[in-house]
């Protein structure tokens, strides 16, 4: 080998070492990096379990690998020339300095016959020797004459040793290139495979240190590839050597070293690459992607338990409050009471005035305390609510889960896998299709049979109040007949014991409610670590792929159905819109000309019409069981699982207190009409916005327009007595930056002579403290309207917020939320003139109750005006019958009130003082209307009598069953 070009292959053999030695160091940075992280983020294991400290470790690790191999490997991805660019760089550069042709004298074994050439070499070598003999006669001939003999020169050659140097130190080294990059690969995915059993292991608290050396790429790896180098480098140097000595000579195939051949093989050799790199990188793409897939469901299986633990916990706190705050004081009343009564009692005081004293002890103690609050704490579906919460918390769970995964048939990763080798599947699709709804269905079975024995308990527990005062009341009647005190006596003690045994009964059905509750809970944890052990199991693909193929074809039909059937409905709708129109024109016309010629005949009917209606409604919903009536009641939402759209408005709030903190006027205004949801949006908003400082909030209850009384609140509120609004002013803008919420601003107003005033202050207060305060308040949209004409109230708000109407769907998510902590089945009820609707009875149980949910969720909200007591309140008088499990809802009927019209003039103008101020007080009703106080007094009893009206907190209000019609009656009339 020339001088140059043996310098050249040994910078060239120096690169390679320290080319291969980069590649290692950077699968060894990137293997360090993640033992760190995983090491760092590695729970230590205690004597209890920690799930929520196991799902915290799955979701960081989850996180820290989301995006490493994550894309599927394209062959047409790898290209040589990229991702060894330096490589090719380095080899041209040494290139450039080899001469193109070297010109040398031929050896001298070039003309003697070698043992080691081939047959067709040996018959043609003798043709060269014998014409280079001839050839060097005359210098044989000539040499024979000289005195200093030359030495015989043989025949020169040409050495093409640039294309000589690239196919032995170039293309000849690349099968060991090959070679070496699929070891590294192949002990970097081993390595991968070691660091992701060790981050599933847990960790000894007395041995959390790890030697990294373990996890691959040790000093004997290094060595070997290093000796692979050298033993190559040899060989090409010795091959190279061996064809220097015949290249341009008929013993070298000159082909061999054309450019054309160097680039085939070069292209050979980036396919074979290509496909090998692709291969492995399919195998670390897929051990990835199982990764992954695992941390994903270990991470959702220790929040499963975390819950449902959580729950179980719950559930046993809440059995322990019942025995430490009702069960044990009941017993511990019975049994005491039964002693003042004992035989054995030797005081000789008065039977007759025990019983009175023990009366009054019970009604004060039992009756209004320990049995009326633990049928609270009973009605107040405890449990229900967080197993409702449960399934949301896990149904939002698994919506964040990522689509489809990457999974191999057996599950191994030591050798490259082709692309048929890989398959998908989809976590999400098989827990949202299959595994979700059955939870969701054992779920509902359980919240149904505690809402169940929920309801006997209640019963059972009223009942020891009852057999007391019937105990009771029985002794002392017995005592005015020729019954003795010791017959008196025996009657209360036995009494007595038939009520201990009362509270022994629900205490024992309540630890039965408690423990099936808890065993049924783990079960379905269970079963569902289980399955989702299954899941981490791709040995069973082709399975999960036939059970997630099942559960989509059987969803896709539902909603291909269910699209048809909108699509049909659609266009349906539209007919009968344009139908009915003309229709109710037609009708409105005879009831115009009905109410002209036949008003005086009915002059008395709304008082008898209203009170027949709200008789029958207070009956419909008194028969419904406690607990349920309860889920409806119309109070603000403080469980904000249970909340319901507002998106648009919370947004808004979100974007006014943004606005403020970067220093501009942002107040907030919310209107709408009285139990339409605005405590409940501003409970939300409070728990989800991230406000800065914990918002001071207050609601207005009575209407009073005194000045004195709106700064006695701000003295409430801020904790602090203030003189005048100046002082309050001075005190909010010096102080520190505050969030202040006032609900029911209407109450600071009365339509009267000065009736403005303290509505007036409150704005002087809140338009010179806007820069430190933001202000969120609420108002009644009726209110709001008459003092948008008045005072032009939203110019003093920088966002006046109206709450948009609901959609059936919202609407229908309210209801259906809460009837779903009840457990209860939902069945609608059809009509009789479905029955003959041929294209009703072509669907199925399920098509038909979609139908009959759309159509009364549709007709509800037509009614209700997105008023959600409304809505929730026309459930409840909907409900037909409910069995054990079964709750079914009769069609939706509009209530036909149209009576209220000829309600008196005198008595609309009191219902539409009330709405306006959201409730009014005798002396308040008198003077808005001008009326005299006994005339006041006379109209509120009489619409009080006819249940048009409800009294609550000495204030007058509209009843809420009739106040959607009361107020289209106003609106129809240009009263509001």
């Known amino acids: 080998m020339e001088e140059n070009q043996e310098q050249l292959a040994v910078q060239w053999h120096s690169f390679l070492q320290e080319y291969f030695q980069k590649l290692i160091q950077q699968k060894k940075d990137f293997l360090k990096t993640h033992i760190e992280f995983v090491k760092e983020q590695k729970p230590v294991q205690t004597d209890e379990i920690n799930y929520k400290a196991d799902d915290e470790y799955k979701q960081a690790i989850f996180e820290f690998i989301k995006d490493t191999f994550a894309e599927r490997p394209k062959i047409e991805d790898v290209e040589f020339e990229d991702s060894h660019a330096s490589l090719i760089t380095e080899f041209q550069n040494l290139l450039s300095s080899v001469p193109d042709v070297i010109v040398k004298e031929q050896k001298s074994d070039r003309f003697n016959i070698q043992k080691e050439d081939s047959f067709g070499l040996k018959i043609r070598k003798p043709f060269k020797i014998f014409f280079f003999g001839l050839s060097k006669l005359p210098f044989h001939f000539i040499n024979l004459f000289r005195k200093q003999k030359k030495p015989l020169k043989y025949w020169k050659h040409e050495v093409n040793a640039k294309a000589l140097f690239e196919r032995h130190f170039f293309n000849g080294f690349q099968n060991t290139f090959n070679e070496l990059n699929q070891e590294i690969l192949k002990e970097f995915t081993a390595s991968l495979v070691k660091l992701r059993d060790f981050e599933d292991l847990p960790t000894d608290k007395n041995h959390t240190s790890f030697e990294e050396s373990r996890f691959g790429f040790d000093e004997g790896f290094v060595k070997s590839v290093k ?208 595994i979700k709804p059955k939870l969701n269905d054992k779920l509902e079975t359980l919240k149904s049979n505690i809402f169940q024995k929920m309801g006997e308990l209640l019963i059972k527990v009223g009942d020891i109040d009852e057999i007391v005062h019937y105990v009771l009341s029985s002794a002392s009647n017995s005592l005015g007949s020729d019954t003795n005190e010791n017959q008196a006596r025996t009657i209360i003690v036995d009494g007595f014991e038939r009520a201990e045994n009362t509270a022994e009964e629900v205490d024992s059905q309540i630890q039965d409610v408690i423990e099936n509750a808890q065993s049924e809970l783990r079960k379905m944890s269970e079963e569902l670590i289980q399955e989702l052990q299954k899941l981490k199991e791709n040995e069973n693909v082709s399975a999960l792929k036939i059970r997630i193929s099942k559960a989509k074809a059987i969803h896709k039909s539902e909603a291909l159905t269910q699209q048809a059937f909108d699509f049909i409905r659609h266009y349906f709708e539209i007919v009968k819109k344009f139908t009915l129109t003309y229709y109710q024109k037609a009708w409105e016309l005879k009831e115009e000309l009905s109410k002209r010629f036949l008003s005086a005949t009915i002059e008395n009917e709304p008082n008898r019409a209203v009170s027949d209606f709200l008789n029958e409604s207070n009956q419909v ?72 400082n914990v918002p001071l909030r207050t609601e207005l209850k009575l209407n009073n327009p005194d000045p004195k009384n709106l700064i006695k609140s701000f003295s409430e509120l801020l904790e ?165 499990q079964t709750i079914i809802i009769k069609n939706f009927k509009k209530p036909d009130l149209t009576f209220l019209a000829s309600i008196k003039m005198d008595r609309v103008f009191v219902l539409q003082a009330l709405i306006m101020h959201d409730g009014l007080k005798l002396e308040q009703v008198a003077n808005v209307l001008s009326y005299s106080l006994t005339k006041s007094k006379f109209l509120l009893l009489e619409l009080l009598e006819d249940g048009v009206l409800i009294e609550k907190d000495s204030q007058y209000l509209v009843n809420p069953i009739i106040y959607r019609n009361t107020v289209q009656l106003l609106k129809s009339r240009n009263l509001l």
């Open 227 to 434: 000796l692979k180098i050298n033993d190559e480098y040899l060989r090409l140097c010795k091959s190279y050597e061996e064809e220097f000595e015949v290249v341009g000579t008929f013993e070298y195939k000159e082909k061999l070293l054309n450019s054309n051949r160097l680039e085939r093989d070069f292209k050979q050799f980036k396919k074979q690459f290509a496909k090998k790199d692709h291969n492995w990188h399919n195998t670390i793409h897929a051990l990835f992607e199982d990764w992954r897939s695992e941390l994903e469901l270990s991470a959702l299986q220790s929040f499963l338990q975390k819950s449902i633990k959580g729950l179980n916990n719950n559930v046993g706190e809440w059995n322990d409050k019942l025995q430490d705050n009702f069960i044990s004081p009941i017993k511990s009343f019975l049994a005491e009471a039964q002693t003042t009564f004992d035989e054995e009692d030797k005081e000789g005081d008065d039977i007759a005035k025990k019983i009175t004293q023990v009366k009054y002890i019970t009604n004060k103690q039992l009756d209004q305390g320990l049995i009326q609050k633990m049928q609270e704490s009973l009605s107040k579906n405890t449990i229900l609510n967080q197993m409702d919460r449960l399934e949301h918390l896990i149904g939002d769970r698994i919506e964040k889960l990522a689509n489809v995964y990457v999974v191999t048939k057996f599950n191994h990763f030591d050798k490259p896998l082709e692309d048929n080798e890989l398959s998908s599947i989809s976590n999400y699709e098989l827990l949202s299709f299959e």
């Open 720 to 884: 602090k007595e203030f003189a005048d609004k100046e002082a309050i002013i001075d005190y909010l803008n010096l102080g520190k930056k505050r969030i202040i919420i006032y609900e029911n601003l209407q109450k600071l107003f009365l339509r009267e002579m000065h009736g403005q005033k303290a509505l007036v202050e409150f704005i002087d207060i809140m338009t010179a403290t806007q820069k430190n305060v933001f202000w969120i308040g609420s108002m009644s949209i009726y209110t709001f309207n008459y003092l948008e004409r008045s005072l032009k109230m939203s110019a003093f708000f920088s966002y006046h917020i109206p709450l948009e109407p609901l959609s059936d769907n919202e609407i229908s998510q309210l209801i259906i939320k809460r009837n779903r902590i009840s457990g209860f089945k939902i069945k609608f009820e059809a009509l009789d003139k479905d029955a003959n609707d041929k294209k009703f009875k072509k669907l199925n149980e399920s098509e038909k109750q979609q139908f009959l949910k759309d159509r009364f969720f549709k007709e509800l909200n037509n009614f209700a005006k997105s008023n959600i007591s409304m809505a929730l309140m026309f459930w409840l008088l909907s409900t037909k019958k409910v069995d054990d």
């Open 621 to 692: 919903i008194e028969g419904l069981p406690i607990i349920y009536k309860r889920l409806y009641a119309i109070e603000p939402l403080t469980d904000m699982v249970l909340f319901e759209g507002r998106e648009k408005e919370i947004d808004k709030i979100s974007k006014a207190y943004i606005v403020w903190t970067e220093g501009k006027y942002a107040s907030v205004l919310i209107t709408a009409e009285k139990w339409s949801g605005m405590t409940s949006l501003i409970n939300y908003a409070v728990k989800n916005i991230k406000f800065n």
